[in-house]
């Protein structure tokens, strides 16, 4: 793959925007939505770039042909990134006191000039990739020729990958490149589509640059990631050692979706208490708990919830709602289906007291109506509204009619005081 860059005072522009100097070491990087694609010329001016409030720099010396440490008069960068749905863009400003330009064929020692090397794993998935297009590393030289090894691990000519181009400014080269971003499916022969990017997609990605001041070999191969290896010449072979980049776009809500435990069972409903804790009920009558993202073991809570039915039913532990003032009194209301005296719903409030089992703490606030043989339609959500009140919807018990009478509580939202007794000002109190 390929190895090298620029000298002078360098400024490399590849698309991001943000201004804050950070040391890279394995990312995350962050790459910013660009609303207007910046025009590759070179110039810091475009809207990304003031938009953009972080520089990253770095100083991992991943070879050093010459034995001393460069000084930053002789070589420095930083760079940013940011993207759109067709294009990831780079930003670099470089200051080199000498750039070299030697070898005139484009595939010929190319990574002994300066030039910079961009890596690109678009899934992220790592792995060997010189003789393969599981990852990439091209190599750009001052002539803007894209060179990267092809699956017989010969060297080749991607100049249709992306648009570069170098101004020098006050003393620093400035290089902006547009890429395009391939998945592991390229080949020469039948490229196929470029990906789409979208905001929150994560790639693995690194920056590098090769650094000559006129010799046949390259001083210095500079990197962003940290590299613990002997050898740190890897990443044209290795994507493994590839950082990450993040694409994010401020003006759309991003989420990530992240495994916190596949530990439960037929988990119901879940409430996030103020210091984080999460609790969580399971159908057959547990309350749980997580604490730090893990699973706490033993439960909270455990209720005899009646889960009858057949092979699929909506019955037992199926809500839970935090008091509105939980921090100081740590009351959690439960919603299940409960045999007691006959078959029907019930809520309940208990005190947590950290991860102990406080089944005895029940107090039960209030009862609801016989349930008929129907195991569906029983709701159980539930929650405290800003006036202080405790809203719980139930199901109708699979009888449609139920909703419309007021003399049952199926199919209602029901609304109560937290001590279960019915506030004043419900529109229907009166009705028994």
């Excluded at 002078?8 to 939505?33: D, E, M, R, S």
């Excluded at 119901?268 to 009920?281: E, H, L, R, S, W």
């Amino acid at each position: 793959m390929i190895n090298n860059l620029l000298k002078p005072f360098a400024v490399f522009l590849f698309t991001f925007a943000w201004v804050y100097v950070c040391k890279a070491q394995n990312g995350p990087y962050i790459a910013l939505f660009a609303q207007q694609a910046p025009k590759i010329d070179g110039d810091t001016s475009d809207q990304v770039w003031k938009d953009s409030k972080t520089w990253y720099t770095y100083n991992q010396v991943w070879l050093n042909n010459v034995g001393t440490t460069p000084t930053p008069e002789d070589f420095s960068w930083k760079f940013k990134l940011a993207w759109t749905k067709d294009r990831f863009y780079i930003l670099a400003v470089i200051t080199d006191d000498v750039i070299s330009d030697r070898y005139p064929n484009a595939l010929d020692r190319y990574y002994e000039d300066d030039c910079f090397e961009v890596f690109f794993d678009e899934d992220k998935s790592g792995g060997q990739h010189q003789k393969s297009f599981q990852a990439f590393a091209y190599h750009v030289s001052l002539k803007y020729d894209i060179v990267d090894s092809d699956n017989t691990g010969a060297a080749k000519l991607f100049n249709d990958h992306a648009e570069v181009r170098m101004d020098t400014v006050d003393g620093k080269y400035v290089w902006e490149a547009a890429f395009k971003v391939y998945d592991k499916n390229f080949t020469p022969t039948n490229p196929g589509q470029p990906v789409s990017l979208f905001a929150v997609k994560k790639m693995g990605w690194a920056l590098s640059y090769c650094d000559n001041d006129g010799k046949a070999q390259r001083d210095h191969f500079f990197g962003s990631e940290y590299i613990s290896a002997t050898d740190k010449n890897i990443a044209y072979i290795n994507a493994d050692v590839f950082g990450t980049v993040e694409l994010i776009n401020p003006s759309v809500p991003t989420f990530s979706h992240v495994l916190v435990d596949n530990g439960l069972v037929n988990p119901t409903a879940m409430q996030i208490a103020p210091n984080g804790d999460i609790y969580v009920c399971e159908q057959k009558g547990n309350l749980k708990v997580l604490q730090n993202g893990e699973l706490q073991t033993g439960n909270l809570v455990h209720v005899n919830a009646n889960t009858d039915g057949p092979s699929y039913t909506e019955r037992g532990l199926l809500g839970l709602a935090l008091d509105p003032d939980f921090a100081q009194n740590h009351f959690i209301y439960l919603f299940y289906t409960t045999n007691a005296g006959f078959v029907h719903n019930r809520v309940s409030r208990f005190t947590i007291d950290g991860t102990k089992d406080v089944s005895s703490t029940e107090l039960i606030i209030t009862e609801l109506d016989s349930l008929s043989s129907a195991f569906n339609h029983n709701g159980g959500a539930m929650h405290f509204g800003k006036d202080g009140k405790l809203y719980i919807a139930t199901g109708e018990n699979a009888t449609p009619s139920n909703s419309q009478d007021l003399k049952n509580t199926h199919g209602k939202l029901l609304r109560i005081n937290a001590d279960g007794s019915i506030p004043h000002d419900n529109p229907f109190g009166h009705v028994s």
